[in-house]
């Protein structure tokens, strides 16, 4: 396992780093799920989390302040194909932020009547808009996402649909949420960024440190979140979880590393202290 200063990281990460070392009962962790602590697959249903994703975040929540998986999946089903449920301590904020599962109990609103909207709407609009072969949808119940991954050539897939379901967001209300081949129709008003500074928020002392990993375009919103944290003076750390299919997050990152098994490399190296 590469050690913590063999990679390149960041001044101002080196520092959020550091600060969680030195008081990690005081640490704010979050993660997001898919490509994060997740290996992407073609099946959102056949997604599951590394498979030491668990035992190193229960690790991890028995020491630090807080930790947190913000996904735009439902929380429940980041719980299930986590395996998270044994772990104490954890939250799961789902649907970028809308859910929270917490000791085994899950908070989530009403659905948007948007949302039902789009849901009569969106296979008529995929009809005519060409949708090629394989393009599916995936019910969250509070949110609607087209996928292109199992098309022939889902980049393509992603840019003939894009302008309609951004027309579709429009007339339903709802926000558009571009991803990893895919295109959400959620509810707006809530973004990763605003779940971590909530969670952060929480707490009854401010901060040691807070680190967010993720992979993908929604988890920028995370990455603001901590720079804002870092301008009051909370030491921060993001960490991308690299893929070729995204390089934003990497250009923005303190630490990159290579998908989820490096994520789960980069926590088990900070818990062992060999960081
Ligand atoms: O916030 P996240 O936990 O990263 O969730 C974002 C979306 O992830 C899922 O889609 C992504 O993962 C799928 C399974 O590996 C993959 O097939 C897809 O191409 C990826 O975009 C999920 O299906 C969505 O509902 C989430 O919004």
Redesign the pocket.
Known sequence: MKRLDERPVTPAGAEGIDAIRRTPGRAVLAF?????????????A??RAEPRAAGTLARLAARAGAVA??????AAV?VEYGGFAGIDGLVVLGQ?GMERWESGELRTPEPLPGVAEARAKLPGVLEAAGAPPGTFV?D?QH?L?V????CAE?EVALERLRGIIAALAERTGLAL?P????L?L?PPGMD?GVALRAFVDERDERPSAVLFA???L??LAAFDAVEALRAEGVPGVTVCSASNEVTKLAERADVVVDGPSGVIDLLDALLDGSA
């Open positions: 997001d799920f898919d490509g994060t602590l997740a290996p992407i697959v073609a099946d959102p056949e997604a998986i913000i996904t735009g999946r439902p980041a970028y995936e969250k949110a996402v996928h292109t991954r199992r889902p949420e991803g990893r081949f895919v959400e959620r990763k993720g992979d993908d929604g988890d």
